[in-house]
């Protein structure tokens, strides 16, 4: 009809609220259980989400805790990490992951990231081991970022044979699964996740959680998020409050439920995006940017048996365009995120630690040229459509 408006098809990065409209009738009664039942702290409903979560990830034991960076520092505190003590980790990754390294009075030591997968390099990890400057490496923490599973097998083989335990920051990566189909958070001595609203499972606010297969380590992660408690009011050690609420708990075991059927929504809108950016001459992020064809680099698809949950889509185009791309999908109501515009060596808060620019370089690219686009399950087919043909045309002109 002429003169008639085109609508206008806007697409958040994450839109919670879609998801919360198809599960309200679910999550109601439970908050109102919890409500009734003024039981606020650890009790039934938390103890009953993690046994869900061990089922789940198919590890013997789940602990609870207050958020993701908690259960980063709980974890490295079972394992006995300290002050004076190093724990070496990716420069690409949320700040957490080394922020809670410091917290404990121990050094982050950062190694770089493989390009095509932005995880731990296994290189970069050897490197790392055999600088002098190194030499009080008490643990290593590989990040499953995005929701793709690190090459465990190289990154556990390299902690065997130095005699380091392995904590997976599995924050992003809730029924992320390796190359033998084995779910993460199982293979190192403990694996960390986060509950933060935009993780694949988010709760109505902060939580976090910690797997392990060792009973003493979940004991002892037990008593440490409670203040190092056992028996009541007697303290062995100092631990901290990071308690699970039971009102996330019994958001979060809700929607566990729906996580498999929310994980094959994502999977769907990679596919589609993959098949996309395929057809209009871009590539797999295993080929540089700059190497030719359309400059438009979308995820690596995992190895085959693994399980990529795409918490997040990250795609890349060439640095001096990125901004500008990401501004033009902007102003088509499209969100984006960058994930993470500065490696963490390169943060004022660890210029102490002396690393120069340049040292880590795959990862310092890859805070160039990335942008995240939106993935979640929620997101129609004409939002899909309009994000895919929105960056395609955005990246033709450049
Ligand atoms: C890789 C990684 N580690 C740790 C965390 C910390 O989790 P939280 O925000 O729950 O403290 C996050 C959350 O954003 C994360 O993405």
Redesign the pocket.
């Known amino acids: 009809m002429p003169g008639a408006a085109t609508a206008v098809i806007e697409v958040p990065l994450l839109d919670l609220k879609a998801q919360y409209a198809t599960i309200r009738h679910e999550i109601e009664p439970v908050l109102r259980d919890v409500v009734e039942s003024q039981y606020f702290i650890m009790g039934p409903r938390v103890s009953a989400f993690e046994e869900e979560v061990a089922r789940y990830n198919r590890s013997r034991f789940a602990v609870g805790c207050a958020?993701?960076?908690?259960a980063?520092l709980l974890a490295l505190q079972a394992l006995g990490i300290g002050p004076g003590d190093q724990v070496i980790c990716p420069t690409y990754?949320?700040f957490?992951?080394a922020g809670s390294v410091h917290r404990l009075g121990a050094k982050p030591v950062f190694v770089d990231v493989d390009p095509a997968t932005y995880n731990m390099c296994p290189e970069s990890l050897e490197r790392a081991f055999a600088c002098p400057n190194f030499r009080k490496v008490k643990a290593i923490m590989p990040?499953h970022?995005f929701g793709q599973s690190v090459d465990l097998d190289r990154v556990l083989a390299i902690a065997k044979a130095k005699g380091v335990p392995v904590v997976e920051?599995a924050?992003?990566a809730l029924g992320t699964e390796d190359r033998d189909g084995i779910r993460v958070g199982n293979r190192g001595a403990i694996g960390t996740f986060?509950?933060?609203p935009s993780k694949n499972l988010g709760g109505f606010g902060?939580g976090?959680l910690m797997t392990t297969n060792d009973a003493d380590l979940a004991a002892r992660m037990g008593r440490l998020r409670n203040h190092g408690m056992e028996p009541k009011y007697y303290h062995a050690e100092v631990g901290m409050n990071s308690r699970l609420d039971a009102l996330q708990a019994a958001v979060l075991s809700v929607k566990l439920r729906h996580l498999d059927a929310w994980t094959a929504g994502r999977q769907k809108n990679a596919a589609f995006y993959d098949a996309f950016f395929t057809e209009a001459g871009g590539a797999a992020s295993d080929v540089p940017v700059d190497a030719g064809g359309l400059p438009l680099r979308f995820p690596k698809p995992a190895a085959r048996g693994a399980r990529h949950i795409y918490n997040q889509y990250v795609v890349r185009v060439p640095a001096a365009h990125r901004d500008a791309v990401r501004k033009e999908l902007s102003a088509r109501k499209i969100g984006t995120e960058i994930y993470y515009p500065l490696p963490l060596h390169m943060q004022e808060c660890f210029k102490h630690l002396g690393y120069e620019p340049g040292v880590l370089p795959h990862a310092e690219r890859a805070a160039l040229e990335t942008i995240a686009i939106p993935i979640y399950p929620d997101l129609t087919e004409a939002q899909r459509q309009h994000v895919a043909e929105s960056l395609v045309e955005i990246v033709k002109a450049i």
């Open positions: 958020n993701g960076s908690d980063i990754t949320f957490a992951t990040v970022l920051d924050a992003q986060s509950f933060f902060d976090g």
